[in-house]
Every structure is written in C-alpha cells, then in structure tokens.
C-alpha cells in the first residue's frame, strides 16, 4: 500500500507529494505513535546532532512524532535545516518507531499463547455452552429476561476465577446498585460445600475476606461511568 502511495506520489504535483508523504507517516505511526524525545534519534542520523535538534526545537518540533507528521519543506525554511536531513531523520524515525510487519502464523501463536479458556464453574454451560469456559481477550455476553441466572451466573464465574486462578482479580462492574455482599457470602458456602471443602464457620471466616479481597466491585448507572471503569 505504501509503495503504491510513493509511485502515485511521482504523477503528481509538489504539494499533492508533500500531502501522500505526511498521511503515509501517519498511518504509519498511528500503531505505535511515539512522542520520544528527538535525542533518541541523533545517534542514527548522521548530521543530526544537538545544535539541530535545537532548531527544530525553536520551529516547534520537540519530538520525533512531531518531525514524523511535518511539512519538511516548510519546516526547512522554519528552522533552517536542510531538507534533505529532515527527510533522513523522518526515515530513521519510522525505522524505529513504525509498526512492524509480522507474519501470520507467528501472530496466530503468540495469541494461543496469549488464550485460555477460563471455567464458569457451572459445568453443564461449560461443557454444552461455552466449549470449556468463558475465552480471555474476548467479551462474552449473556443475555436473558430478569431473574433468569445471569447475575448467579457471573458471581459463581467469580467464584471460580478466584478460586482456581493462581493470582486472581475480578472487577465486577453494577449497572444496577444490586451487589449483594450477604448473597455473595452465601454462595461461597454453597460453592465450598459443592466441591467438597471445608464449610465451617472458622473457615468461611478466612475465606470470605480472601474472595473480597479479591473481587473489586464498581457500581456504574451510566454508559460512561462503565467505560470509564
């Protein structure tokens, strides 16, 4: 795509170039935008030493994105810079900073790596339903009319995060100010008494501030308190 870009860019005039040159940076640095200082980038450009760096500092360039996304021929003007310089530092810059092509397979490994299939606790769902259990780096949703399961469904999915995860954390976000900490008391000792743990009252006195601990609760009645949370 980018080389496409370059072979129109030489059909058409200057300033159409100097357009195709910046949108071509900038959806190259859009997956990795960095605001490094423009130091970083002096020790692989040569002729870009500290004495430059401060003349683009005083045209209002104080970062490598900032060299990246400008217009170099006014910029050469502005600062006094060579063009010619300023086009081999944006060339350094989205060396370093752009993103990087990867192949497909490698990717589809690293996100195996990255998967795992996290158990409800309710095997019949995660058996019939889910395939094994609820999917990392995805949102599973589950829908139903009122007083079908669902909030049962996502406490005991806690529950058994918490349980079985070697460093638990569960946010548990209510959009309804309904979070019952005596209901979640309750099904930890109905899910200790289910799997056969100790149910008695010195342990669950442990217990319950072990999972508490653990589950963060945030109440939002909003669209933007939930996202923001």
Avoid at 61 to 82: C, I, K, T, W, Y
Avoid at 91 to 116: M, Q
């Amino acid at each position: 795509r980018r080389s496409r870009v370059c072979f129109c860019a030489h059909r058409v005039r200057e300033k159409h170039k100097r357009e195709i040159f910046w949108l071509t940076n900038r959806s190259l640095l859009s997956h990795n935008r960095s605001m490094a200082p423009l130091s970083s980038v002096v020790k692989h450009v040569e002729g870009l030493d500290s004495d430059v760096v401060d003349k683009l500092k005083r045209a209002g360039v104080s970062s490598a994105e900032d060299l990246a996304l400008a217009n170099l021929h006014v910029l050469s003007r502005q600062s006094g810079v060579p063009e010619k310089l300023l086009g081999d530092a944006v060339r350094a810059i989205l060396l370093l900073f752009a993103a990087k092509p990867i192949r497909g397979d490698v990717l589809a490994k690293r996100l195996r790596r990255r998967t795992v299939w996290v158990p409800t606790g309710i095997p019949q769902i995660d058996q019939n339903l889910l395939r094994g259990g609820v999917l990392t780096g995805e949102i599973t949703e589950i829908a139903g009319p009122s007083c079908t399961g669902k909030t049962q469904f996502a406490l005991t999915a806690s529950l058994q995060t918490i349980f079985c995860d070697s460093d638990p954390t569960v946010l548990y976000i209510d959009t309804h100010g309904t979070f019952s900490a005596s209901r979640l008391e309750e099904m930890i000792r109905v899910y200790c008494i289910q799997r056969n743990m100790r149910s008695d009252e010195e342990f669950l006195g442990s217990i319950v501030p072990f999972v508490a601990g653990k589950l963060r609760v945030i109440s939002a009645t909003s669209h933007e308190e939930v996202i923001a949370a």
